[in-house]
């Protein structure tokens, strides 16, 4: 083997290194860069989720031109539109640049120096479209939430798996941050809410949506990624498994939930329990795949003036539409070309339903928790404030259901985790709560032992919480479903790029080296046929025979 081809191999694992290096996860742990210890007897994660900041600042109302912080309970009547955000990757250190500026305040996506280091802010596109759902309705609250402080990274793409893995306890600190600044008789009032997500912020509202006092009448989602490349890298929505318990439908005292693809969404219908969803696939025009994936927000802003026929946000109950008759899915055949009804509006006599076992949680050493005659987890500010089990899970855990009560001081914090993981936080109002059937999600671990703790604090972790606050956590229940497919997992991404990596470079290196190959043999084959053959050999000089060596040339 030639000396080049040597170093052209060495050069190629070298390289393959690099490559799988720049994919594993540094520095993307930086998610929750200067978080809080987690509470004493909860396990240490290396993502924890836990935030310093009041759930409230999360939340930004729109002011003719910017969004201004929230008051608690100042929100009493009317219709009220919530946005948010999703992964915001290459915003990592304007955001860490801005928290050390100012470590009492939350840094939200709206706050005007958070840019990229191409100054470009992730706000652009959600400008436009408050300004037009503002305008289109103009007594309406329009309201941002932000959590780029668990959503930007920096680093590669398969980093995006640590902002997913920060969407559940985000989707309860908007539900809890939006039960905070209704007023107390705003449903009562007629108030109705609109919830509208893109990508990640897809899983948030649908998460909110679910830990809500009182359920939306309308759940938007902006291309929610469902593709299957975004399972390898750990960011795959699988919003299948959560909206069916949503009481999703068309008309009053139903969730109304339209869904548009522009580039790594899918449809949501053709799941069980999910064919009252509005499925719609626009073109986007021929940008890159970051330009393509936002213009879901584009279209959507697009469709709030009124047009003919009306799309988009014409057809949200909240403008006072008949949702009753809209079509299954739609489809955009070319970029600003009328949508297309692909499939009518859903049969209203054939249903299907998500088909879901629930089984007592088996508790690790212990056999199975009380049931719910029981009064299973209690906390108390004068007392215990945390409390942890082991439990075992399996490829068809799909949820852990619980009944939740809570009591005490207005704000004053229960949290969730598992691993040590946030995964749910409610906070407490001012009539306490109790809430039954709520819920975090397991498909997103790999099945084994696990550690579910919870905790009992103050408004944020650095408060404890009042004497007076009490929490109790009852009918704790493992929902099962059969064939649930989970995102990969950090390593098991690694490990699929290592072999698509080297699978590369050895495909490379077997062509480069088969050219070599067939060089060297097709120059052996010229050489021997030289040797048995001189007449063949081009270089030598033809000799006319009929010349007599009279004849013949003199060499000198």
């Given at each position: ?131 037009a759902l503002q305008g289109a309705d103009p007594h309406a609250t329009v309201l941002m939430f932000s959590w780029i402080d668990q959503s930007s990274t920096s680093g590669p793409l398969t980093n995006a798996r640590y902002p997913e893995m920060a969407t559940e306890v985000n989707g309860h600190r908007l539900a809890a941050a939006l039960d905070e600044a209704l007023a107390p008789g705003f449903i009562a009032a007629g108030g109705e809410v609109h919830l509208i ?358 060499v000198p």
């Amino acid at each position: 083997m030639p000396r080049w081809f040597s170093k052209l191999a060495v050069g190629a694992v070298t390289l393959t290194l690099a490559l799988v290096g720049s994919t594993l996860p540094v520095g993307a742990l930086r998610a929750t860069t200067g978080a809080p210890p987690a509470p004493a007897g909860v396990p240490a994660s290396d993502q924890s989720n836990i935030s310093p900041y009041p759930v409230l600042q999360r939340l930004g109302v729109w002011t003719d031109r910017a969004f201004a912080p929230v008051n608690a309970g100042a929100i009493r009547k009317g219709h009220v539109i919530v946005m948010s955000h999703g992964w915001s990757p290459g915003y990592r250190d304007s955001y860490e640049t801005l928290q050390a500026a100012s470590p009492n305040t939350l840094v939200t996506a709206w706050n005007p120096g958070f840019v990229n280091d191409q100054g470009v802010s992730p706000m652009t596109d959600f400008d436009t479209l408050a300004a037009a759902l503002q305008g289109a309705d103009p007594h309406a609250t329009v309201l941002m939430f932000s959590w780029i402080d668990q959503s930007s990274t920096s680093g590669p793409l398969t980093n995006a798996r640590y902002p997913e893995m920060a969407t559940e306890v985000n989707g309860h600190r908007l539900a809890a941050a939006l039960d905070e600044a209704l007023a107390p008789g705003f449903i009562a009032a007629g108030g109705e809410v609109h919830l509208i997500g893109h990508s990640f912020g897809a899983n948030i509202v649908t998460t909110a949506s679910l830990a809500m006092t009182v359920p939306p009448r309308q759940v938007t989602l902006l291309d929610s990624p469902e593709v299957e490349l975004a399972r390898i890298g750990g960011a795959k929505n699988d919003l299948q498994y959560k909206l069916p318990r949503l009481n999703i439908g068309r008309g009053p005292g139903k969730t109304f939930v339209d869904n548009y693809i522009s580039a790594v969404g899918e449809r949501y219908g053709p799941y069980p329990g999910l064919s009252d969803i509005v499925d719609v696939r626009v073109h986007p025009p021929n940008v890159g795949e970051s330009e393509k994936h936002t213009y879901a927000i584009v279209w959507y802003a697009d469709s709030v003036p009124a047009s003919n026929p009306p799309v988009g946000y014409q057809w949200s109950p909240l403008t006072g539409a008949d949702d009753a008759s809209l079509g299954a899915y739609y489809d955009q055949p070319a970029y600003q070309a009328p949508l297309t009804e692909v499939e009518g509006p859903p049969d209203a006599a054939v249903s299907s339903q998500l088909l879901v076992g629930a089984v007592p949680l088996a508790v690790v050493g212990n056999g199975l928790l009380p049931d719910n005659n029981d009064p299973g987890i209690t906390l108390a500010g004068s007392g215990t404030t945390t409390w942890s089990l082991t439990f075992g899970t399996d490829g068809d855990s799909l949820w852990l259901t619980f009944d939740a009560v809570a009591h005490g001081r207005p704000g004053d914090t229960v949290t969730l985790f598992v691993d040590g993981r946030a995964r749910y936080q409610a906070s407490i109002p001012a009539e306490g709560a109790g809430r039954p059937g709520m819920f975090v999600i397991l498909y997103d671990i790999a099945p084994g032992t696990h550690v579910l703790s919870a905790a009992l604090g103050g408004p944020t972790p650095d408060v404890a919480a009042s004497s007076t606050s009490t929490a109790a956590l009852s009918n704790l229940r493992l929902a099962t479903l059969g064939d649930i497919t989970r995102n990969f997992t950090a390593s098991e991404t690694t490990s699929f790029l290592v072999i698509i990596l080297v699978a590369a470079v050895a495909l490379v290196l077997a062509v480069i080296g088969g050219a070599f190959w067939l060089l060297r043999r097709r120059r052996r084959r010229r050489a021997h046929a030289s040797l048995d053959d001189p007449e063949s050999d081009p270089d030598q000089v033809p000799v006319d025979e009929s010349l007599t060596e009279a004849d013949a040339p003199s060499v000198p």
